[in-house]
């Protein structure tokens, strides 16, 4: 697999993982509490697969988190 290099904005992508991921949260009266960086962390990376492993990282976390958790 070859990874694609690209500047990603950070906080945005974190911001559509949590945005995904917010309708299951809800459903378990869990709440999604973001610490940003800021708006200007940029990084170098492949944005697919950070997204893809953010993603699963928060997805783990919402499903084992207990109800009306944080």
Known sequence: ???KKDTVNLP??????????N???KQNSISI???YFGDDCMIMGDSYLLERAINN???NAVRHTPH???
């Open 12 to 21: 945005l992508l974190l911001q559509r993982s949590i945005d995904s991921l």
């Open 57 to 59: 990282l928060l997805d």
């Open 23 to 25: 309708p299951l949260a």
């Open 1 to 3: 697999m070859e990874l």
């Open 33 to 35: 509490i973001p610490n």
């Open 68 to 70: 009306s958790g944080k």
